[in-house]
């Protein structure tokens, strides 16, 4: 009989639990997560996230206010922060397919330039990506594209 009344108590505790997390939905948790850009590291590591793996948390937090972007091509754009966080918003979850590598060409306590190279399989993208301390967290000030 105890055995009986442990088995249904377990059982209870488990359809609760489940039922707890299904009522708060896929992903809720993950939105509300804070997004650590403490270190020029970490927002480093969140601007490729974003650029190359389709992450969309943290997009708005991740650029300046000031942020431009600058496409270096045969017809050179400029983007600003607002077209640049409606765009990667639209590639959610899209992954691209290259093999990222990233250099950090200057840095300081409240600065950082870094290269990020995208390889493609027929072209070459170049980021060179400006960072700053802005307060307590790291943002992205400015992007410069290029094509190879």
């Not at 609760?16 to 020029?40: D, I, R, Y």
């Not at 899209?94 to 330039?113: F, G, H, Q, R, W």
């Not at 399989?121 to 790291?138: A, I, M, P, Y």
Request: net charge neutral; proline share 1%; with cysteine.
């Amino acid at each position: 009989m105890k055995t009986l009344v442990k088995t249904f108590a377990a059982a209870a505790l488990i359809a609760v639990s489940t039922f707890a997390m299904a009522a708060e939905g896929p992903g809720t948790k993950s939105t509300k997560a804070n997004l650590n850009l403490s270190t020029a590291d970490f927002a480093l590591e969140h601007y490729v996230a974003v650029t190359t793996e389709g992450e969309s948390i943290g997009v708005e937090q991740l650029f300046a206010e000031d942020f431009n972007q600058k496409i270096q091509a045969s017809n050179a754009q400029n983007h600003s922060r607002s077209q640049v966080v409606k765009s990667l918003k639209k590639q959610k979850g899209e992954k691209l397919n290259c093999i990222v590598s990233t250099d950090i060409l200057e840095e300081s306590a409240d600065y950082m330039v870094a290269k990020v190279t995208l390889k493609f399989e027929n072209f070459t993208k170049t980021d060179l990506v400006t960072l700053e301390r802005l307060g307590n967290d790291w943002k992205v000030s400015k992007s410069i594209n290029s094509y190879k």
